[in-house]
């Protein structure tokens, strides 16, 4: 599709210069998909899935905690053991665009790491094949509908927010470059911000 969308503007072009007479691209009618927007995780959800998590595969179950901790994008849960610095409490992922991303490593996976490194492994986690789905259909399994992992990204960014971190604090933590981006990320309720109201 984005290939077709890309010919599409070059064949507009290409109409506007008088290559051609018509772009034949306008009549696929290809839209965007709007795609539901991934919301924060509550409390209640989290310590819900956390009693039920324990019957889940061991990839499943650190995956969730490295998203939790870090709010990295599934992909990026399979850190090389290589780019994990206890030492120095560093964590290296490997994000979209063949960039890279150094963040604080939470001490919660520490027993994780010490774990993957007595059994000798490559990767910080082990993902199989469709992933997302799995956990999707576990998610479902448990009837919980409209929880994705990537919404415990969503719930890292607001929480910081909720605690007061700053923007810019935050966009460093979870790797976002783009303050447009970021915003899509941070779902603030009203009652969150109810004592600015004591400033004025």
């Known amino acids: 599709l984005v290939e077709l969308r890309g010919l599409g503007a ?12 018509a772009n034949p691209c306008t009549r696929l009618k290809l839209k965007r998909k709007n795609t539901k927007e991934k919301r924060e995780i509550s409390q209640d959800e989290l310590e819900y899935i956390d009693t039920r998590i324990h019957s889940c595969p061991e990839w499943m179950q650190d995956a969730w905690l490295v998203g939790l901790k870090q709010g ?4 990026e849960v ?3 053991m290589a780019d994990v610095d ?5 964590i290296t992922f490997h994000v979209k665009g063949g960039k890279t991303h150094s963040a604080p ?6 027993p994780l790491v010490a774990r993957r490194r007595e ?3 490559e990767y910080l986690v082990d993902l199989p094949m469709y992933a997302s789905k ?8 448990i009837d919980v509908q409209d929880i994705s992992f990537h919404c415990l990204r969503v719930t890292v960014v607001t929480r910081l927010a909720r605690a007061g971190y700053s ?3 935050t966009m460093e933590y979870v790797g976002h470059c783009s303050e447009m981006v970021h915003s899509i990320y941070r779902k603030l309720k009203p009652a969150d911000l109810k004592h600015l109201g004591d400033a004025l």
């Open 10 to 21: 070059v064949e507009q072009e290409a109409v506007r210069r008088g290559y051609i007479q």
């Open 72 to 75: 990295c994008r599934l992909s």
């Open 78 to 80: 399979k850190v090389r």
């Open 86 to 90: 206890e030492k120095h409490g560093v």
């Open 105 to 110: 490593l939470h001490k919660d996976l520490l």
């Open 119 to 121: 059994q000798g492994s």
């Open 134 to 141: 799995l956990i999707i259909q576990w998610l479902r399994s």
């Open 167 to 169: 923007e810019t604090q």
